[in-house]
């Protein structure tokens, strides 16, 4: 890679790496499986750089497949996923906002990893069905009946009088980004 290129790849990190760190942890439910996942995701994208048309895609595809792949890890190998709290956050936001944060965080951590992921980025990333689809690799009906499986498993547990909207997806991600 030279300089021009080394540079580019540099500055991608540095603007994307947050975010993506955010994205891994929802995916996985735990901040370090979340962090190997990125840099698995960041070592593969720098080997690829050159190749790669669309990087931010594709490092969210790859990231979301590194923090799926770090579930499935033999048990031995690491902590359960969701074992990790999330950190306090300091800020405006009053109880009842963060009480359905760490409820909807909690929901999510009944799923199996891939009907996580796919809500994850349909709802949190807010990507359509055919892009969750390429980034997860899978077929669009793939991606559909995991979406409805997996909203009808956050309703049970979440309770049926709850209603999740784009809206609380939007507020559990930018706290999980903001708060890597």
């Keep these: 890679m030279n300089s021009d290129e080394e540079a580019n790849y540099r500055s991608f990190v540095d603007a994307q790496a947050h975010s993506l760190r955010g994205l891994a ?54 902590e359960q996923p969701g074992s990790h709290a999330m950190p306090e956050r ?9 009480d359905e944060r760490l409820r909807i965080q909690a929901a999510l951590a009944h799923l199996p990893v891939r009907r996580r992921a796919v809500l ?19 077929p669009v009906a793939t991606v ?12 049970e547990v979440l309770g049926a009088d709850t209603t999740l909207t784009a809206g609380d997806a939007h507020g559990t991600e930018h ?4 708060h890597a």
């Design 25 to 78: 942890y929802l995916t996985c439910g735990d901040w370090q499986l979340a962090e190997d996942a990125v840099f698995t995701a960041l070592a593969k994208l720098y080997d690829r750089w050159r190749r790669v048309e669309r990087p931010e895609s594709y490092a969210r595809s790859m990231v979301v497949r590194a923090a799926i792949d770090e579930v499935r890890r033999p048990w031995w190998r690491r």
């Design 90 to 98: 300091a800020g405006t936001d009053s109880a009842h906002e963060v």
């Design 120 to 138: 994850v980025l349909r709802y949190f990333e807010d990507l359509t069905v055919q892009e969750t689809a390429e980034a997860l690799n899978c």
């Design 144 to 155: 559909k009946s995991h979406t409805v499986r997996g909203l009808r498993t956050l309703r």
């Design 175 to 178: 706290y999980a980004t903001r």
